[in-house]
């Protein structure tokens, strides 16, 4: 048996909009758990999104598969594009189960 599992992921690209004050904080954050502020995008929506139980309710409903995309989804060569439901491992301290999450965002 290995040692080290390495897990490959692909991720994609898309474009969110923050207020300043919420950039700046996951700014603060990202420095704080020295991570990269996409990161912690990935991370605070796919922890959140595992705590709503009426999310995750939802989630297991036909109107949940049959939602209008909002996101903007940059498809990019084969490096940026990704399968839905991609999972970025969780690299912080706390150990959370991860749902999946459908971006990874950073400051617009």
Known sequence: ?????????????????????TATQVDQYAAFIKASANDVVEQALAYVFSKDREFQEFLRTPEAQRITPTLRVRRGNGTDAAEPGAKKPVTSAASTPQAPATAAGSKA
């Open 1 to 21: 048996m290995p040692l080290l599992e390495v897990v490959q992921t692909k991720h994609l690209s898309a474009s969110i909009r923050l207020t300043d004050s």
